[in-house]
């Protein structure tokens, strides 16, 4: 009878390969077991703990200066044709002109082209000319290129030997009168010139004449602005406009005002602004006027017309948030406490030449012995005493020891007197987390201007922040030295 308890080789062999498949497979699933439950912890950790969210630190002014529209007040003159015919143009628009320089010449036909023989000097000013206009080239404004030929032509038309001639008549008595006219004649055209120094515009809008005591609060409404083009390719009358030319360099800008910022410059006698059209700035004189019972300011200059000698209304900045520094936000203050240490009681290590505090303690056998402190001076605030000193080697500071380096009740001793001084007063200095590291890091501030949300902080601060540093945005959710990442 055979032993059915007996277990064979071939018995054995087979139990032992289930074994070892059941046995791969569980290692397999609590191999993936494992990687789905961390997984899962993770997650659940990410969702419930509190994300620290930093802040780059940024540098420039506190808030962004008000911006303004301001209508441009000038001395200008609107000169008309001093006879008829065809214009042909010489003077740039927007360019300045000397007295005697040719503006433009008018001729009862059109005037044909015609050869003009220039110095090899007169030739290389034009080109340096054309030089200047192709590096300054602006596709989008593509207007400019006929004001250059405009230009162009002047040039070459001055070049050419075109001058003031004096007018001789017969009087019938057998005398002669010479009249000096502004009128030249050259071909069969009349070469009118400019009277005076200026800048010449083929434009005008009626607001020529006007001045800061006479302009109305209507006048500021630039949906009822016009602005008429003075050049035509067909024929003028005598007595039509033909151009304007602007004769002083002294111009003025008016800006409405709202009852606060007219409060806020009511002191001011200068300001600084930024012309948002080309991004200069220049300085002006400053003061505040009434216009139809509003609040308006006025900034008069001296320079800079011909950059704007085309522009009515212009928009500009009024610098006024001149303090600048490294932008924070106010979450990110903290403040933080500090020992307070004279710093009569600092001294240097001989060997490495920093500066810290001989602390006098007892050793294990009662003996007094002194040991240099390499401490971290956060700050060094002047005493009031000190501030009465005659010389700089006579002032006085105050230290903020970082409170690490000492225990309250320690004492410290002046190098050469041998005084003692007791560890103990405080006093707290604000700062900020800094992470650039991974942990926090408290790195003092010293503010300079503020708002509701950020402030101004200096740049050369000891130990304090620097450009693209990474700081704590909620510095409350954060305690010194917390790892972070």
Not at 39 to 61: D, K, N
Not at 76 to 88: L, M
Not at 460 to 472: F, K, M, N, Q, S
Request: proline share 2%; charged share 25%.
């Amino acid at each position: 009878m055979p032993d059915n308890n007996k277990k064979g080789p071939g018995k054995m062999a087979g139990f032992l390969g289930q074994l070892k498949k059941i046995l791969g497979l569980n290692i397999g699933t609590m191999v993936f077991g494992v990687i789905f439950v961390y997984m899962i912890f993770s997650a659940v950790l990410y969702l419930t703990s509190s994300h620290i969210e930093s802040y780059q630190v940024t540098s420039g002014p506190l808030s962004r200066n008000e911006t303004y529209t301001g209508l441009a007040l000038r001395e200008e003159t609107v000169c008309k044709a001093e006879s008829s015919g065809y214009v042909n143009y010489y003077a740039r628009e927007g360019s300045k002109i000397n007295a005697n320089g040719a503006v433009y010449g008018l001729s009862m036909t059109k005037v044909p082209e015609a050869e003009t023989r220039l110095s090899t000097e007169d030739l290389a000013r034009i080109r340096n000319d054309m030089l200047s206009f192709s590096k300054s080239f602006n596709s989008s404004k593509f207007n400019s290129t006929y004001s250059f030929k405009n230009q162009l032509e002047g040039d070459i038309l001055q070049y050419s030997g075109v001058t003031s001639q004096p007018v001789v008549s017969d009087n019938g008595d057998g005398t002669v009168s010479v009249n000096q006219s502004n009128v030249v004649t050259l071909g069969n055209q009349n070469i009118s010139k400019a009277e005076n120094d200026g800048i010449i515009l083929y434009s005008r809008d009626g607001y020529e004449d006007k001045t800061a005591d006479t302009i109305t609060a209507a006048d500021f409404d630039q949906n009822s602005y016009h602005e008429t083009d003075l050049k035509t390719e067909g024929q003028v009358k005598t007595g039509d406009d033909i151009y304007t030319i602007i004769t002083d360099e002294r111009w003025s800008l008016i800006i409405p005002l709202r009852e606060k910022q007219a409060a806020k410059l009511a002191d001011r006698t200068s300001i600084r602004v930024k012309f948002l059209k080309d991004d200069m700035t220049q300085s002006g004189d400053f003061s505040i006027m009434e216009i139809d019972g509003d609040k308006y300011g006025k900034i008069d200059f001296n320079r800079g017309l011909i950059r704007y000698a085309a522009d009515r209304f212009l928009d500009i900045e009024l610098v006024t948030n001149t303090i600048t520094g490294l932008k924070i936000p106010l979450s990110s203050i903290v403040t933080k406490e500090f020992y307070t240490i004279p710093s009569t009681y600092a001294t240097k290590d001989e060997n490495s030449q920093v500066t810290g505090f001989m602390k006098v303690e007892k050793n294990k056998s009662g003996e007094t012995v002194t040991t240099f402190v390499n401490a971290t001076i956060y700050a060094g605030i002047e005493t009031e005493e000190s501030k009465k000193a005659a010389s700089e080697k006579d002032k006085t500071y105050l230290y903020y020891v970082d409170k690490s380096n000492f225990k309250e009740g320690d004492a410290i001793i002046r190098t050469d007197t041998k005084e003692k001084y007791i560890v103990g007063e405080t006093d707290s200095l604000e700062g900020v987390y800094c992470i650039n590291q991974g942990y926090a890091v408290f790195r003092r501030i010293d503010i300079l201007d503020q708002n509701e949300e950020y402030a101004i902080v200096s740049k050369e601060t000891p130990y304090g922040l620097a450009r693209y540093d990474h700081i704590v945005k909620d510095a409350s959710k954060v305690k010194e030295e917390d790892i972070l990442y």
